[in-house]
């Protein structure tokens, strides 16, 4: 079955734009998950989402925020870049809020120039 | 406090010598534990999982962890390295708080021929 899916997978944004991220689960899957990847803090937790609902959000500004559609596609928005912005960000999709394992999209590897 | 240690942020092994890569935890309850490797400019594989049953965990290309309950520790061993085991390594936990992952910081591993 097909994997997780993001788009686009590179990206390069001027500061202060703003920017959508794009995440499809795995078909059945009604979890999707986000992630920020940084060589200086990591792989930090941004937000979950289950049944269209937030469940979970991560210590980021109000900046980052996300949605999840009815068909569980998943997208998270980021507006007034900066700089700091510039990271891998990755999607997981789970079939019962992790409880049996999670699955990552590729990334989508954002820019802020 | 929820965490995940991974002590070494470097591992080198000679190809064909056992590998280990350390991660402890610490999480209330019983821990759902999971090994995820990364190769550059790549999301996520998944590796294995320890969710319940058995402490020693078999899971995909030769890898193998042990999980222990008093040491609280799930280190990821393979028995005879190969050169394109060479990436990122990094465990996680799933947080008591529903659906959400936590890091280890990552553990790089190379193996040299």
């Known amino acids: 079955k097909a994997g997780v899916t993001q788009t686009p997978r590179y990206l390069i944004k001027t500061r202060g734009q703003q920017v959508t991220l794009s995440c499809s689960p795995i078909?059945?899957?009604?979890?999707v998950s986000w992630y920020q990847q940084t060589p200086g803090q990591g792989l930090q937790f941004l937000f979950e989402y289950f049944s269209e609902t937030q469940r979970n959000k991560g210590n980021f500004p109000g900046r980052f925020s996300g949605r999840q559609f009815s068909n569980s596609r998943s997208e998270m928005n980021v507006s007034t870049l900066e700089l700091g912005d510039s990271a891998l960000y990755l999607c997981?999709?789970?079939?019962?809020?992790?409880?049996?394992?999670?699955?990552f999209g590729s990334g989508t590897r954002l820019t802020v120039v | 406090a929820q965490s995940v240690a991974q002590p070494e942020d470097q591992v080198n092994v000679a190809e064909g010598n056992p590998l280990t890569v350390k991660c402890t935890y610490s999480?209330?309850?019983?821990?759902?534990l999971f090994w995820y490797v990364q190769y550059p400019n790549r999301g996520l594989q998944f590796l294995l999982k320890y969710i319940t049953g058995d402490n020693l965990v078999k899971g995909s290309y030769g890898f193998e962890a042990e999980f222990n309950k008093s040491q609280t520790s799930f280190h990821l061993k393979k028995p005879s390295a190969l050169v394109s085991d060479s990436a990122l390594y990094f465990c996680?936990?799933?947080?008591?708080?529903?659906?959400?992952?936590?890091f280890g910081q990552g553990t790089e591993l190379s193996v040299k021929p």
């Open positions: 996680a936990v799933r947080s008591n708080q529903g659906g959400k992952l936590i």
């Open positions: 999480v209330s309850g019983n821990p759902y």
């Open positions: 997981a999709s789970s079939l019962e809020r992790g409880t049996n394992g999670y699955t």
């Open positions: 078909s059945g899957h009604r979890s």
